[in-house]
């Protein structure tokens, strides 16, 4: 799965692919700090959003009438996005999703969605070769949803599943996300973070939220999958 996790990154700018690029995100278009919310009318893009990306391509994976290699792809998206739909920046409008707000990280610029899809994961993992580290931490994660911090709450995680409701599940999920723009991503607002040093302060209160979201994610998405191969045909 690590594999074949971020290739709905690498097509989105060819140019067959390009149809593809707004399939990440939810814009919401909200107010952080005071005001978090996601609303599919007004958010998601005539072109296609996170939303309706994971509920269209859930259904070509099911669908018996198109080419095995079809549905393979269509998986593929599936893993990405609901990763993607997990980060809290791909369910916010502000500034293209923070991708237009300098901050520093180390002494050095960096755009605010670059820090939260690439740097904070990166400082909390450490060095060392991307697949070893991968498979470390979803090691550490699986320990932590099945006897850790994250037993007591992981059937919760569940709760907002409803595999005959894409679209509903993949709103509550984003709901969920977009509630920690407010709280963590912009707890000043989106004025007092430009040109802030993030690798400090900043960073020992995202880290945990951040690896919490990806614990999510990755049991939401196993759910996802086993209930795609059950009925499987
Ligand atoms: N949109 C809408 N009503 C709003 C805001 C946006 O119907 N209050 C629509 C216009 C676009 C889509 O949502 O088709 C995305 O808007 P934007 O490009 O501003 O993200
Ligand atoms: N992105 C986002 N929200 C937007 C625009 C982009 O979350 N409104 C994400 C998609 C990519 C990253 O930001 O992960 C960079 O996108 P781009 O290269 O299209 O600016
Ligand atoms: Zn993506």
């Known amino acids: 799965m690590a594999k074949v996790a971020s290739w709905a990154d690498s097509i989105r700018y060819t140019k067959w692919g390009r149809f593809t690029s707004t399939f990440h995100f939810i ?9 978090c919310n996601v609303d599919f009318e007004r958010d998601c893009k005539g072109t296609g959003c996170v939303i309706t990306a994971l509920a269209n391509y859930t259904e070509q994976s ?12 269509a ?21 293209r999703g923070g991708n237009g707000i300098h901050v520093k990280w180390n002494g050095r610029d960096f755009n605010l969605h670059h820090v939260w899809d690439s740097s904070i994961a990166e400082k909390w993992l ?17 320990d932590k ?3 850790g911090i994250y037993s007591k709450e992981k059937d919760a995680w569940l ?3 409803d595999f005959s409701d894409p679209i509903e599940t993949a709103m509550a999920w984003s ?3 977009n509630k920690l723009v407010c709280e963590y991503v912009f ?5 007092a973070i430009v040109g802030q040093e993030l690798s400090g302060e900043y960073y020992e209160k995202a880290a945990p939220m951040l690896e919490k979201q990806v614990a999510r994610a990755g049991y939401r998405m196993a759910a996802w999958l086993d209930l795609i191969v059950d009925e499987f045909q």
């Open 27 to 35: 814009d919401a278009h909200d107010s952080p700090p005071e005001s």
């Open 62 to 73: 099911l669908d018996p009438s198109l080419p095995p290699w079809q549905r393979a792809q």
């Open 75 to 95: 998986a593929k998206f599936v893993i990405h996005f609901v990763g993607d739909l997990h980060q809290p920046l791909h369910n916010e409008d502000v500034a």
């Open 126 to 142: 450490g060095r060392g070769k991307p697949y070893p580290l991968a498979e470390k931490w979803s090691r550490d994660l699986t």
């Open 145 to 147: 949803i099945n006897g």
């Open 159 to 161: 709760a907002d599943l």
């Open 175 to 177: 709901r969920e996300c």
């Open 187 to 191: 707890p000043e607002g989106p004025k």
